[in-house]
Structures are given as C-alpha cells and as structure tokens.
C-alpha cells in the first residue's frame, strides 16, 4: 500500500487551495499561461507552494493543470508538455518536504466523440503524456480536476491507470442544480469513477462548502470510496468591478464534521481559497475524531445521466432485449448498411415500456461488428439514460464499445472457459465494467445446480484474481427450454438460490428462452418470470414492451417487498404518469411532425429522407424549416430548460438540424433555412476557453441565424471591427475566467464608443445576471438554449 493510502486511513489530509489566483497575485498577465511559469519563474510557482505547506497543507497539487498538449497549444507550447510537468513536480517537490506532491490534471476543453470530435484512444494518450512525465519526476499521486464530461473524465483515469501505480484522485464540477453541464449527476459519476478503480472521488470547484457537501452525500449513497471536497470559497460576487469570493476562513469549515462522518478523507480549495483558509481547515481538524469505517460496497450500473441499483434489497430491474439480431431481418440489414434507426426506436420504446438497462447485440453476418457496437452505444446514449449491457463475444468489439460508453456497464457475458475468462476480465477491470457469468464451461451447461454453482465459484474467483470486486461479477443461471428439458426450469430456480446463498451473488436470466418452442409461449414466460423472482432474480431481460410481462413483474414486485408501499404498481396502472411531452401536433404522422420528431430524436440518418418527401409533398424551403424543423428544435429547448435532457441530446438534436439544412441547401443551393440574424460570437481577450460559445454558435446556426464566429482570446479592437464591418445585428461574448471579466466590460465600452448598433449579450461559467446588467450588456445568457431564446425575442419581428 502506498504511503498515501495508509495516511488516509489514518486520518484526514488537507490539499492546498487556489493556484491560479496566487499566480495572477504575483505577475501572471490576464490570459497568460500559468504553466509556462514553472519554467520562466520557478520561484514564484515554488514561492506558493510553499506558503500553503507552512499553511499546513499534507498535499501540494501540481501547476499543471492546463498542462496537456491541448491547452498548451494555446500558447505554442504542446512541445514542453514533459519539460513543463516534470518541472512542475519538482517545484511542488521541494516545497512539500515530508507531505505529499499530486500531479494536476485538467480538461483539454474538447469534447469526445460523439459530442465532440476528439477520440477516446487521443485523450489517453493526451494525458498519459502527462502522467508519464510525473511518474518519472517523482510525483505521489495523481489528481483529475474540474472536469464536465465524464467521458473525458474516463480517459484521464485510463492513462492514469494505463501509465503509472499512482494512487488517483477524480473529481467532477458541478452546479447548483447538481449535475455537470453535459448532465451527469454526482451519482452516476461515483459509480463510473469506482468501477475505473480510483482511490478518492469527489469534487471541486463551481460551489461554495454547502453545495460540495450536498453533493458527496448523493455520491457516498452509492459508493465505498474515501471521499474529496475541494470547495471554493463561497459563490463569487461582483465588488467595486472585481469578482470577489466572499468565504471567510471560518465558513470553509463549517461543515467539516459533516465531511468527517461522510468519509471526505482530504479537504482542500479551490477558487477564492489562500493560505489563510487552508491553515483554518488545517486547525479546524484538530481534536475531532477522524476515524472512518468505509461501507460495504454494492453493485450500480451508471450511465450519463442515471444509476441503477443491482442486487441486495434492490428490486430487480429489467434488461430491454429487443436490440438485438437474431431474427431480425431489418435490423440485420440496417447494421450492414451501418444505419441505427432501429436502435434508437427500441432503446426509447423499451425505456418508456419499462426497461432500466438495456442489452445491445450487434453481432450478425456481414457486419462489422466493433464498429457497430460503437455506433449502437452513441445511438442509444444519445435517446435513452439507460444503462447499458454490451452483449457481445467479440473482445476486439467490447473494447470498442468500453471506449464509447459514458458510465459503468455490465458486459454480456464471460463463461467459465479459460479463453473466455482471460479475453474478457481484463476489459471489464481496465475500463470499469460488471460482467455477466454464465454457468457453463467447455463441457456444456451443468444438468444440476450444484454444478452450475461451482462454475459460477470459478468465475467469482478468477474475477477477483483480475481486480474486480465480487460484487460486479452477475451469474446467469441459465434457462433451457422446457419444450426440450422439462426437469430444467426446477434447476435453474434451485441454481438461483444457492448462488445468493452460497456466494452472495446478484443473479441474471434470459426468460423467455423457458418457452421457445411451445404455442403461447407469453403464458409459460411469465409464469416462470414471477417464479425466479420468487427465488430472488435480481435482472430480468425480457421484452419490456410484452404487457403480461411486465405485469407479471410490477405484481410480484409489490408481493415479494421489493416495490415499497406499492409505489412503482400504483405509479403505472392508476393512469397519473404524464408523457414526456404531448404532441406538437394533431395527426403526428403528418411530414411536418414527422420533421419536428426527427430533430428531437436527434435522427441524423433519416432527416434528410424527411426533407425530400417534404419537398414531395410540396413544402418550400422556409415551410420546411418553419414549420417543420424550427418547432423540433423548441421543443428540445424547452425540454433542455425543464431538466429533462442535457448537453449531449441538445447537441445531437443540433447536428440533426445542420443535416437537415444541409439537405435543404442541396435540393435548393442558396436556401440553408431562414436568416434570422447575423451574430457575431467571441471569447474575449485573455480567455482561451471556448466550449460554451461553441455550443451557442451550433445552436444559433440551427435556429436560422448567420454567425460569425471569431473564435478564443479575441481582442476588443478586432470585434468591434468585425462588427462594423459586417454589420451584425448582435454581438455575443463569452468568459470563463474571472480574471477576464474586466475585459468583457472594456469591449461592451469600446462597442458604444464605437457607436456599433448592436444588441449584446454576455454569458460563461462566471457571468452572472447581476454583473450582465451592470456593464449594460442588453442580455444575459445563462445557458445556451437561455442565450438563443433571448436573441430570437429580440431580433424575430
């Protein structure tokens, strides 16, 4: 065990607070790179180390965090990324004496696919360089930060894992409604990062201690882990022109016995945090009793967006089996065809039938099936929160699809073969995810269950020996037909008992296999399914959308306990659950609603079929996109404002707008959809962050508007020119950095000077409402959607 790890058992350790601010403090320019100054001024970087080890910080976190090739490309410096980090290490070294030096690393500020373009395998090997160069420098360990996309999140972690033994820190922002931007809440991002086996998880940065708590209590709700607060310093403020953060040293410890019972095993801050705060906290852990006792840990499967409890007083949950080929002609020839209309249809139809977790298989002839897989995953991701079992036995195609995945999935399935065992353990270890046992070796199915049982035993053993948890080892015990093995069905009931009994296991079957072959086999498959609940089934797959299936199981739950007060019964057969949302018009099957559905299904592939039996039918271009493809995109507005989706289906919805104008642009060259407006769209000087104005520029180009998009660190002169130039009707600028607030304010003046006629609007993570107003920006946009709607009331006549 590492000497980091044995500390923690020990007590609780305090990480240092807030670089960049001390940086600027000291002679960093507004927009600089706070990396480059472990080479240019080694002893301003090492200074501030070494103020918060005097502080009493036992962790000395690296100033590396924009130290990937990505962010120092910024600044022409995606040579020095081993120079600059191995510098860093040193620096943080020599300050932290006997304490320990955590290597930081940041997001790149690119998205990965499919949201994005930057590919799993890239952002491995962007961060491995990183760690790669701490490990050699002597760091102790590793500490991913600040991130917003899991995704990316997981790559961080990979490299981690991937290029050193380092003990990892992982932790998320998120805002005050609890999720990150691309919709991820703290739980399902506690059991994604478990399952990569980190050592602390927790998160830093976006709210003061009061938020950082309430988030670590969701996360220690579902996991075992010790936890991370990195807090700032309270919510920032606008004083005199200045973001200040008001925390005191006191109010960073006001929650620490809450942290304590939590498990939070290291505190620290981030924004707005000194020396002065962290000597507080310091002192604050003083004679109080810091003795821990982590929980048991159980299984959750995770997604983006949701969690999913599986076995122990959970009830079961059941597994969409319809995404799958075999006999399924269409289907078949749409993976051929590399298409996932399908796909999509049954992931939502399934979800809204019932299903919690849904099996992807695209194994049929013909296909290739790694990239299949991949694509099934970014299509389901993209319409459904389910979790999913990736049902393949394609080692090369799990892998894939393990890269595509946003959170921890259950692989379907390892046998008790030693082939299969060695190809498939490894994966589920590496990348996070549960697998499914099935009790059957090179000999066949055992015929009793004692023998099932004792293959099940070997897979338990050989999965804990590759470094997984029993917990995430699921054992299916196998049902045969009845039409051929009638003694069967007793056995495979008996198999599910002595597995909870005898090893603890959840356990997982394909129902309906009990009555293929027999005439009405919906008869046989429920009787059977409300047996093997009976006798503890934790996973069902079935077809959620068989109604005396599901009936069979919602009863049953209700009978055996496991919906309390009948909850769950009462919610779906007393008629009070509403749609997700009505209809945007009578007669759906109409072309303009069909339009509208594609656009908030995010239906890339089919859209621009849609276009042209639109154009069919007769519609005009501004018809098409007015009454057809604008109310699609409003509706995901609306649905983004309500919290129902997230980030990645608004940009999906997005792109499947840009394909249906590019279609409409084909059909009819010089028609792209209606201009509403021209924008102009910039990160202000200094400010090399660019995610959020990307997101707007996308949207607002969907909605009808030309953007002139001028791109990152944009200095005021060139705006205004830009917008003298070429006459826009708006002018959208965005900051991140709190050090560049004063420069979105100096261009909103130059713009008036100017005397540009433009509206204005400003947004970024620390624009507020308040200060919008009070530098006489004519809107304030909270979020994207938030920003789009405003400029469509002020410019649509």
């Known amino acids: 065990m590492s000497r980091f790890l044995q500390a923690l058992k020990e007590r609780v350790l305090v990480l240092d607070g807030a670089m960049g601010t001390m940086l600027q403090e000291r002679g960093l320019a507004p927009g600089g790179c706070p990396e480059e100054m472990n080479l240019a001024a080694p002893d301003v970087v090492a200074a501030v180390h070494r103020e918060y080890a005097q502080a009493g910080a036992d962790i000395i976190v690296t100033n590396t965090f924009g130290g990937n090739r990505v962010k120092l490309g910024h600044y022409g410096l995606e040579h020095r990324v081993r120079e600059i980090n191995a510098r860093?290490?040193?620096?943080?070294?020599?300050?932290?004496?006997?304490?320990?030096?955590?290597?930081?690393?940041?997001?790149?500020?690119?998205?990965l696919e499919p949201v994005g373009d930057a590919g799993f395998d890239e952002m491995v090997e962007v961060f491995g360089e990183q760690v790669r160069a701490a490990v050699d420098a002597g760091a102790d360990l590793l500490s991913c930060e600040t991130f917003l996309d899991i995704r990316e999140l997981r790559a961080a972690v990979v490299a981690c894992r991937e290029f050193s033994e380092l003990p990892i820190i992982?932790?998320?922002?998120?805002?005050?409604?609890?999720?990150?931007?691309?919709?991820?809440?703290?739980?399902?991002?506690?059991?994604?990062?478990?399952?990569?086996?980190?050592?602390?998880?927790?998160?830093?940065?976006?709210?003061?201690?009061?938020?950082?708590?309430?988030?670590?209590?969701?996360?220690?709700?579902?996991?075992?882990?010790p936890l991370i607060s990195q807090a700032n310093a309270g919510l920032p403020q606008l004083v005199d022109g200045q973001t200040v953060f008001p925390g005191t040293p006191e109010d960073m410890t006001a929650f620490h016995g809450r942290m304590i019972a939590l498990g939070v095993r290291v505190i620290g801050g981030c924004c707005g945090t000194t020396p002065t705060h962290i000597h507080a906290m310091r002192a604050a852990l003083q004679g109080r009793d810091q003795s821990w006792t982590p929980p048991p840990r159980r299984l959750f499967l995770s997604s983006r967006g949701a969690v999913v409890p599986v076995g122990g007083t959970a009830p079961c949950a059941v597994i969409g089996e319809r995404i799958n080929p075999t006999g399924k002609k269409a289907?078949?020839?749409?993976?051929?065809?590399?298409?996932?209309?399908?796909?999509?249809?049954?992931?939502?139809?399934?979800?809204?039938?019932?299903?919690?977790?849904?099996?992807?298989?695209?194994?049929?002839?013909g296909v290739d099936e790694p990239a299949a897989l991949e694509r099934a995953v970014f299509a389901v991701a993209g319409v459904a929160a389910a979790p999913l079992v990736l049902d393949s036995s394609d080692p090369l195609a799990l892998e894939r699809a393990l890269k595509a995945v946003?959170?921890?999935?259950?692989?379907?399935?390892?046998?008790?073969?030693?082939?299969?065992?060695?190809?498939?353990?490894?994966?589920?270890?590496?990348?996070?995810?549960?697998?499914?046992?099935?009790a059957l070796d090179a000999e066949g199915i055992p015929a009793t269950a004692e023998g099932r049982v004792a293959i099940a035993r070997k897979i338990l053993q050989a999965a804990q020996q590759a470094g997984l948890p029993a917990c995430d080892v699921v054992i299916d015990?196998?049902?045969?037909?009845?039409?051929?093995?009638?003694?069967?069905?007793?056995e495979t009931l008996r198999t599910l008992r002595q597995v909870k009994s005898e090893l603890?296991?959840?356990?997982?079957?394909?129902?309906?296999?009990?009555?293929?072959?027999?005439?009405?086999?919906?008869?046989?498959?429920?009787?059977?399914?409300?047996?093997?609940?009976?006798?503890?089934?934790?996973?069902?797959?079935?077809?959620?959308?068989?109604?005396?299936?599901?009936?069979?199981?919602?009863?049953?739950?209700?009978?055996?306990?496991?919906?309390?007060?009948a909850e769950e019964f009462i919610a779906h057969y007393s008629g009070v659950t509403a749609p997700l949302a009505v209809p945007l018009a009578e007669g759906g099957a109409g072309i303009r609603d069909r339009l509208a559905t594609a656009i908030i299904e995010g239906d890339r592939e089919g859209v621009a079929a849609l276009v042209d039996q639109a154009f069919a039918e007769g519609l005009e271009a501004m018809t098409i996109s007015n009454e057809g493809l604008l109310p699609g995109l409003e509706e995901i507005g609306r649905r983004f404002g309500a919290k129902q989706i997230f980030l990645p289906q608004v940009m999906l919805s997005a792109e499947t707008m840009h394909a249906a104008f590019a279609r409409i642009k084909e059909r009819m060259p010089g028609e792209m959809g209606p201009r509403l407006g021209r924008i102009l769209m910039a990160t202000v000087e200094g400010d090399i962050h660019d995610i959020g104005k990307n997101i707007v520029c996308t949207l607002l180009e969907n909605h009808g508007?030309?953007?002139?998009?001028?791109?990152?660190?944009?200095?005021?002169?060139?705006?205004?020119?830009?917008?003298?130039?070429?006459?826009?009707?708006?002018v959208g600028l965005s900051a991140l950095m709190t050090t560049t607030l004063a420069q979105m304010e100096h261009t909103l003046q130059r713009l008036r000077d100017e005397g540009i006629k433009a509206f204005t609007l400003v947004g970024g993570a620390v624009v507020t409402e308040e200060y919008a107003a009070r530098i006489g920006a004519d809107l304030y946009g909270g979020d994207a959607m938030a920003a789009v709607e405003k400029i469509k009331r002020l410019l649509i006549k």
């Not at 860093?88 to 998205?111: I, K």
């Open 331 to 365: 289907y078949s020839a749409e993976l051929r065809e590399g298409k996932t209309g399908y796909i999509r249809r049954e992931a939502q139809e399934q979800t809204a039938a019932g299903a919690a977790l849904l099996d992807i298989n695209c194994g049929a002839p």
């Open 504 to 565: 603890g296991l959840a356990t997982v079957l394909g129902v309906s296999n009990i009555s293929y072959g027999l005439p009405s086999r919906i008869i046989l498959s429920s009787a059977f399914f409300a047996m093997a609940l009976e006798a503890g089934l934790d996973l069902a797959i079935i077809n959620p959308k068989e109604e005396r299936m599901m009936d069979s199981f919602r009863a049953a739950m209700v009978l055996l306990g496991r919906d309390v007060r």
């Open 477 to 490: 015990g196998l049902v045969l037909t009845v039409s051929a093995e009638q003694k069967g069905a007793p």
């Open 170 to 225: 992982a932790q998320m922002t998120f805002d005050d409604g609890g999720r990150t931007v691309l919709g991820t809440p703290p739980e399902a991002a506690a059991v994604t990062l478990e399952g990569l086996g980190v050592d602390v998880i927790g998160s830093n940065c976006g709210l003061g201690p009061e938020g950082i708590v309430a988030l670590l209590e969701k996360m220690r709700a579902v996991c075992h882990l």
């Open 406 to 438: 946003d959170g921890k999935v259950l692989i379907n399935s390892v046998s008790g073969e030693e082939k299969s065992l060695r190809a498939v353990l490894p994966l589920a270890r590496k990348y996070g995810a549960a697998v499914i046992g099935l």
């Open 88 to 111: 860093a290490v040193e620096l943080a070294r020599s300050a932290a004496g006997e304490g320990f030096v955590s290597l930081s690393l940041g997001p790149t500020g690119r998205f």
């Open 705 to 730: 508007f030309e953007v002139i998009d001028l791109g990152k660190n944009v200095p005021a002169e060139r705006i205004v020119s830009v917008a003298r130039e070429r006459q826009v009707d708006a």
